[in-house]
């Protein structure tokens, strides 16, 4: 008897009763090129390089790595560092797609910048915390070439031009609440790094829920890259058994997560799309932050929706998408030049 669905995620993934997940796209044909894998390339292709590594060999973690191409005179300069970590509800999606291909390798051109973006695991196979604990390994893998610098070894090539006092957590959607977690782990004296500076963290549109529905989830319109369904489906994959929206990972200004006064943070950059479903929660993160005295900006994409720089046929097709695109990008490397 071939196995049955017991759930679906319109499009995107099938779960079926037998315990496997079927991740194969289903909507719309014209779109499948944005969750495509472009293989890496050490060659530099419009000036960035890209590489697959496994950076832990009893786990089979790996990244993928986004160099760009040195300047003329600039061989030497040490670069900063985006830790990437990827949305998807904490269900889908793998930083070789071609979506997340398109946005870092720009952010490598304009800020100059290495971006290392683990393969997380992903829920249902592996509910949280696993994709976060993850994406702090890979923060600990750079704090280990960080303290090697002078025997990197096999990874001579990216420590020579990466600077591991300048690291930037970044992260879409749901990476976005992974942005927060790891700072949350790199500012703990039982986790405490060696010689990583996490300089900055930058929340791109996170999934910041609570287990009532905010005004801007009931009246904000759906959109492609986020639909309620969505919303509720992956978190209701990913989230630990008996746990609600409430929980600190998807709620972190809740009264269940660690109050922010208590916790050590670099500087923020949060950015928020206007007509983002989750806007109004990803407020009250900003104004929780604020109020618990801590560094944090705001940057607003106007007239956008969630992650709407993710979507190339609105990038090419739409001018004020493209302008927001430029404007969001402008504004992180803004703030990484002043950390």
């Known amino acids: 008897m071939s196995p049955r669905v017991v759930d679906e995620v319109s499009g995107w993934l099938r779960r079926y009763d037998d315990g496997s997940v079927d991740r194969a796209w289903t909507g719309p044909p014209e779109v499948k ?93 592996h509910p949280l915390p696993a994709a976060c604990d993850d994406a702090f390994s890979a923060l600990l893998w750079l704090d280990s070439l960080a303290a090697n610098q002078n025997d990197a ?22 990476g976005g609440n992974l942005v927060h977690q790891v700072a949350l782990r790199s500012g703990s004296a039982a986790t405490a790094l060696g010689q990583v500076k996490v300089a900055g963290a930058i929340p791109i549109h996170p999934g910041f829920l609570r287990s009532k529905r905010s005004r801007s989830e009931m009246e904000q319109p759906e959109s492609p890259l986020l639909t309620l369904e969505m919303v509720d489906k992956f978190l209701g994959m990913a989230l630990p058994v008996g746990a609600t929206k409430d929980h600190p990972i998807t709620c972190p200004m ?3 997560a660690q109050p922010l006064d208590g916790t050590k943070l670099p ?33 607003i994409n106007a007239g956008m929706g969630h ?4 979507n190339k046929i609105a990038l090419d097709l739409d001018p004020p998408t493209g302008i ?15 950390h």
Request: with cysteine; hydrophobic share 40%.
């Open 33 to 125: 090129f944005m969750s495509d894998p472009v293989p890496p390339h050490k060659h530099f292709v419009d000036g960035v390089s890209t590489h697959d590594v496994t950076i832990d060999p009893s786990s089979g973690l790996r990244v993928r790595v986004y160099l760009p191409e040195p300047r003329s005179g600039e061989q030497d300069r040490k670069l900063p560092v985006f830790l990437h970590l990827h949305g998807g509800g904490f269900c889908i999606s793998q930083p070789d797609w071609f979506m997340y291909y398109n946005t870092y390798t720009n952010l490598v051109r304009s800020a100059g910048a290495v971006v290392v973006s683990p393969y997380l695991r992903l829920a249902p196979e």
């Open 153 to 174: 070894g096999s990874f001579s090539w990216l420590s020579s031009r990466a600077d591991y006092q300048r690291v930037f957590l970044i992260g879409d959607s749901s």
């Open 254 to 256: 809740g009264p269940d």
């Open 267 to 299: 500087p923020y950059l949060l950015v928020v799309a206007e007509k983002d479903l989750v806007k109004d929660t990803e407020m009250e993160f900003y104004e929780a932050m604020k109020a618990a005295g801590k560094d944090v900006e705001l940057l």
């Open 307 to 310: 992650s709407f720089y993710l």
């Open 324 to 338: 927001e695109f430029a404007k969001m990008i402008e504004g992180i490397v803004k703030f990484v030049d002043n």
